[in-house]
């Protein structure tokens, strides 16, 4: 009995980080050089380092996952609507 105890408390502390939130929304302002967005609700979400800068745009709706880590909300994914 306490070895399934364990093995489902290891499965849920492994998927824990695979565990990602989503929004979506209208890009307000981007700061290219500290690679983050703000979307119309307020909120601040930092782009990964890979991330083409020309293709992101004030004025996008975008769905995005992120991740929150140390308070800063890490984009994980991210699609564009046109």
């Known amino acids: 009995m306490r070895v399934f105890f364990a093995a ?3 499965a849920f502390v492994l998927s824990g980080p695979a565990l990602a939130e989503t ?3 209208v890009i307000q302002t981007v ?3 500290k690679l983050t ?3 119309e609700d307020g909120k601040t979400y930092k782009l990964p380092g890979e991330i ?3 293709a992101i745009k004030e004025g996008l709706e975008i ?3 992120y991740d929150e880590i140390n308070g ?3 984009i994980t994914d ?3 609507f046109e």
Request: zero cysteines.
């Open 72 to 74: 800063v909300n890490l």
């Open 8 to 10: 489902i408390a290891a």
């Open 23 to 25: 929004t979506d929304g």
């Open 63 to 65: 769905l995005i996952a």
């Open 78 to 80: 991210m699609e564009v």
């Open 52 to 54: 083409d800068m020309l």
């Open 31 to 33: 700061d290219a050089e």
């Open 37 to 39: 967005i703000t979307l």
